[in-house]
């Protein structure tokens, strides 16, 4: 069965710039979250969604947004970047508890 | 979100050791006590899960130990290899019909199994 998915893997953009970060779930997971990864820090949780509802953000400007989608595939969006947001992305789906991370998008911001 | 602290930050065991790595929460409403294993590069992957009803979870030469009344719980790694060389996250969360709430992180611990 395939895992998590997240596309790009890699991407390069300048501050001020927007960006867009997509998800697939394990097929049956009907939870989606995203966490952002600091080099050297444990994720921080920003968004959870579930049945296409956000269930639970995390303390994150409102530059950060997302949505779920009748597939249950999700977006990030992040807009005006700063040199902060460079990070490892990571989406975790979830069947009820437990949550299945995927590879993650590694974002640099310059 | 209230923080998990984690210690050690950094662990180096012999091979066939145990290694073991602790984490004490605040938040009395966490209900549910994961154990993440991430390489370079690589996601984090679930390794194990305690809820607060029993006190010690195995799983093969994982195990985690959980103290309620301390608010902490433990990861020991039995007969540990040179390929359980990664960095270790515990998290917690509270759980309610609806399903879980986002995880809360420690700041992880990086391991290295000498040969």
């Known amino acids: 069965d395939a895992g998590v998915t997240q596309s790009p893997t890699h991407l390069i953009k300048t501050r001020g710039q927007h960006v867009t970060l997509r998800c697939s779930p394990i097929s049956g997971h009907k939870s989606v979250s995203w966490y952002q990864q600091v080099l050297g820090q444990g994720p921080q949780f920003i968004f959870q969604?579930?049945?296409?509802?956000?269930?639970g953000r995390g303390n994150f400007p409102d530059r950060f947004s997302a949505r779920q989608f009748p597939n249950y595939s999700s977006e990030l969006n992040v807009n005006a970047l700063l040199l902060g947001d460079s990070a490892l992305y990571l989406c975790?789906?979830?069947?009820?508890?437990?949550?299945?991370f995927g590879p993650g998008t590694r974002l640099t911001v310059l | 979100q209230q923080q998990v602290k984690q210690s050690p930050q950094s662990l180096i065991v012999q091979k066939g050791g145990i290694s073991i790595i602790n984490c004490a929460y605040e938040n009395t409403a966490f209900d549910y006590f994961p154990w993440y294993q991430q390489f370079p590069g690589k996601g984090p992957a679930l390794l194990i899960a305690i809820r607060p009803d029993v006190s010690e979870k195995k799983e093969g030469r994982f195990t985690i130990s959980f103290n309620k009344s301390a608010k902490q719980f433990s990861l020991h790694i039995m007969d540990s290899q040179p390929g359980d060389s990664a960095t270790y996250f515990c998290a917690a969360t509270s759980y309610s019909g609806g399903g879980a709430d986002g995880l809360t992180f420690g700041k992880g611990t990086h391991l290295i199994i000498q040969p």
């Open positions: 969604y579930y049945e296409k509802e956000e269930r």
């Open positions: 975790a789906s979830s069947p009820v508890v437990e949550q299945f």
